[in-house]
C-alpha cells in the first residue's frame, strides 16, 4: 500500500475517532496519536490532511449535505463521512491531486472500512460535489 493511501487511511480513522468523541480538536487528536502514531513513511500527508479538514470543517460538511439529498450529515455511517470529509479538503485545498484521484481514493477507503453501501454512496456525493467545484470555478474564470 502507498504511503499517501495510508495517510487517507489513517486521516480516516482519526476524524472518525474525533467524530465519535464530537471533539474535532488539537486536544484530540494529540489522544488518538498517543495511542495510534502513523508510521514515518504516512506521517506527513497524515498531518496535513487531518489538520487540513479540521480547519475547513464548517465549509467541508456544508459541501456534504448540500450535495446529498434526503441524508442529514448525522445520519450517513461515519467511515462514510470521514472518508468523504478527506476527499473534498483535498478537492478544495490540494491543487497537486487531480481530482478523480481524491474521489477513487475515498471510495475505496469506504468500500474497505464501510458498508456494502459506502463505495456507491461516496461516490455519487463526491461526483456531485466535484461537478459544483467545477462550474463555480468556470465562472470565475
Not at 28 to 35: E, I, N, R
Amino acid at each position: 500500500m502507498g504511503s499517501r493511501r495510508r495517510s487517507r487511511e489513517l486521516a480516516m480513522q482519526a476524524l472518525f475517532f474525533m467524530d465519535l468523541a464530537q471533539c474535532v480538536n488539537e486536544d484530540a487528536l494529540k489522544m488518538y496519536l498517543k495511542h495510534f502514531p502513523p508510521p514515518e513513511h504516512a506521517r506527513a500527508f497524515f498531518q496535513d490532511l487531518v489538520h487540513g479538514v479540521m480547519k475547513a470543517l464548517p465549509e467541508i460538511d456544508a459541501l456534504i449535505e448540500s450535495a446529498s439529498d434526503n441524508w442529514k450529515l448525522s445520519r450517513m455511517s461515519g467511515v462514510d463521512r470521514n472518508a468523504m470529509r478527506v476527499a473534498v479538503y483535498e478537492l478544495l485545498y490540494r491543487e497537486d491531486i487531480p481530482p478523480k484521484v481524491a474521489i477513487n481514493e475515498a471510495i475505496d477507503v469506504g468500500k474497505r472500512y464501510g458498508n456494502q453501501e459506502s463505495g456507491a454512496f461516496i461516490n455519487g456525493i463526491l461526483d456531485t460535489i466535484h461537478l459544483k467545484l467545477k462550474k463555480e470555478q468556470a465562472y470565475e474564470a
